[in-house]
């Protein structure tokens, strides 16, 4: 017996959503919600942006920004 909503959603997949990069199937979505593994790993992915963000800023190294200076010459 199949069933896809037991296969659990890529950490890629997710850590593309919450960039804002993609947005995840309503299945996906769904499966997210109910399934703790995969909520859990939102929030680690989350956490670990929101610390990527402040350790470029920490460096001085811009994130995407329209402002940002780049002198590598
Ligand atoms: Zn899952």
Known sequence: M???TTA???AIRLWQALCGGAELPTRQYQHIIHCIACE???TQIGDA???IEE???RNNIGMGG???DLRLN
């Open 49 to 51: 942006l929101d610390d």
């Open 66 to 68: 329209s402002n940002a």
């Open 2 to 4: 199949r069933n896809e």
């Open 55 to 57: 350790a470029l800023r």
């Open 8 to 10: 659990h959603v890529p």
């Open 40 to 42: 859990t790993l939102a």
